[in-house]
C-alpha cells in the first residue's frame, strides 16, 4: 500500500530530538505557553518574514483571533474563497461576520483577482485569501485592492509553510497570517497547534490576550478571551521540526517534479507552479473528470489517494443559510468536481512515486 501520507515515516527520522523535546517539557512541567512556545513564537515568525508570533491551539483559533484582532464582528463582511477547508469559513462566521464568497482561478485554485472589486459592499472589511495546497494566492492585486478599499488582508497560509511570493515568504505578505501545525500539515505538531503572524505589535498585543482569557494580567479581564493557548510540549516539537522544514519542502518539490516529469506529455492536467511562486506541494492534485472512479481503481492498486476537497463551502448544507447557489461560483465547482490529490510527503521514495505516476498516467491514456 503506498499511502496517501506517511507520518510515521517522518517521525523515524527524528524520533530521538522530537522524544527529548517532549522529555524537557516533561521535565520543566510548563504544559502550556512558557519558554518553548516563545521559542518557537520568535523562530517561526522570523521564518515566516513577520517581525511577531502568537502560538495558539489550532489553525482555526489563529482565524478566529486574527479576525477578531482585525476588528471583525456581526455585520462586517469578509471576502474569501469557497475553495477551501472549511474551517476558513467557519472562523468567519464565529466572529459573526458574514463570510462574502468569489471564485478561484482556475489554474492556481486560488482567490482570482479580478472577481474581488465586485464583491466590495460598504460592509467589507477583510480580504482572506487561502493559499491552497501550498501555492500563494496572488497577493500583489489583492493588496492593491485592500489599499485601495481600507480593507486588511488576513492570509489562511494553513498549507503553505514556507511558500513564496515574488521571493517573500508567505506570512509576512498580509496583515496577518493564520498557520496551523495539525499533524499533516507540511509542519505538524504531535497534536493540535496554531499560530498567527504579524509585524503590527497592536494586533499582538490583542491577539496574545484573547488566546489566554482576554487578559494581559492574570484575573483582569480585560476582553471576552479564549482558552486558545498553544501547549508547551507542542511548542518544542514543533522548534525541532522546523528545523528540517526546508530539507522537507525540498522533498516535497522534489516529488513534484518527478511527478511532472512522468505526466509530461501524457494528457495529465498536473498542479502548474506560476512564475511568482515556491510552491511547498501540501497537497500535488491532478485533474480528471472521472477522478472518483480513477480514486476507485488507484485503491484498488494500493494506492491511497484524497480529494480536498469534494464539496465547495457553498453548498455545504452547515452554510446553506448564507444564500448561495448552484452556479455561482463554476471555477469551485468544477475544482471540486475534479481534484484528487496524490500521494505527497518528503519520505515518498522515488519507486513509490514511479508506481503511482505509471498508475495515473494509465488511467489517463484509456
Ligand atoms: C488545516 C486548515 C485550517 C485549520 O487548521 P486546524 O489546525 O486544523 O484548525 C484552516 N484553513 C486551511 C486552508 C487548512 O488547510
Known amino acids: 500500500m503506498i499511502p496517501f501520507l506517511d507520518l510515521k515515516a517522518q517521525y523515524t527520522t527524528i524520533r530521538e530530538e522530537v522524544n527529548e523535546a517532549i522529555q524537557s517539557v516533561l521535565d520543566s512541567c510548563q504544559f502550556t505557553l512558557g519558554r518553548e512556545v516563545e521559542a518557537f513564537e520568535n523562530e517561526f515568525a522570523a521564518f515566516s518574514g513577520a517581525s511577531f508570533g502568537v502560538g495558539v491551539n489550532t489553525g482555526t483559533s489563529a482565524l478566529h483571533l486574527a479576525l477578531l484582532a482585525a476588528g471583525v464582528g456581526p455585520g462586517d463582511e469578509v471576502i474569501t474563497v469557497p475553495f477551501t477547508f472549511v474551517a476558513t469559513v467557519a472562523a468567519i462566521r464565529y466572529t459573526g461576520a458574514t463570510p462574502v464568497f468569489v471564485d478561484i482561478d482556475p489554474v492556481t485554485f486560488t482567490m482570482d483577482p479580478e472577481a474581488i472589486e465586485a464583491a466590495i459592499t460598504p460592509r467589507s472589511k477583510v480580504i482572506l485569501p487561502v493559499h491552497l495546497y501550498g501555492q500563494p494566492a496572488d497577493m500583489d492585486p489583492i ?10 488582508v488576513i ?26 501545525f495539525y499533524p499533516g500539515k507540511n509542519l505538524g505538531a504531535c497534536g493540535e497547534g496554531g ?6 505589535p497592536d494586533y499582538t498585543r490583542t ?3 484573547l488566546r489566554d482569557w482576554g487578559a494581559e494580567r492574570k484575573y483582569h479581564h480585560e476582553l471576552l478571551g479564549y482558552n486558545y493557548r498553544m501547549e508547551g510540549i507542542q511548542g518544542a516539537v514543533l522548534r525541532v521540526k522546523l528545523r528540517h522544514l526546508e530539507a522537507w519542502t525540498e522533498a516535497r518539490r522534489r516529488a513534484a517534479a518527478h511527478y511532472n516529469h512522468i505526466f509530461d506529455g501524457s494528457g495529465v492536467v ?31 492498486h494500493g494506492i491511497q489517494t484524497g480529494i480536498h476537497y469534494p464539496f465547495p463551502i457553498h453548498l455545504l448544507p452547515a452554510h446553506a443559510d448564507l444564500g448561495y447557489e448552484k452556479g455561482q461560483f463554476p471555477c469551485s465547482e468544477q ?29 489517463a491514456t484509456q
Request: hydrophobic share 45%; proline share 4%.
Open 143 to 152: 493588496k492593491a485592492i485592500a489599499r485601495q478599499h481600507d480593507l486588511v
Open 335 to 363: 475544482a471540486a468536481q475534479e481534484v484528487l490529490s496524490l500521494p505527497m510527503f518528503p519520505e515518498l521514495t522515488s519507486d513509490q512515486r514511479i508506481e503511482v505516476a505509471a498508475a495515473v498516467k494509465l488511467l
Open 270 to 300: 498536473t498542479p502548474k507552479e506560476m512564475d511568482w511562486a515556491r510552491h511547498v506541494y501540501h497537497i500535488y492534485a491532478v485533474r480528471s473528470p472521472d477522478r472518483t472512479a480513477w480514486q476507485e481503481v488507484l485503491l484498488e
Open 195 to 200: 499560530m498567527v503572524v504579524t509585524n503590527n
Open 207 to 209: 491577539l496574545k490576550m
Open 155 to 180: 492570509e489562511d497560509a494553513a498549507q503553505a509553510h514556507g511558500a513564496e511570493y515574488k521571493g517573500r515568504r508567505v506570512g509576512g505578505l498580509g496583515d496577518l497570517a493564520c498557520f496551523s
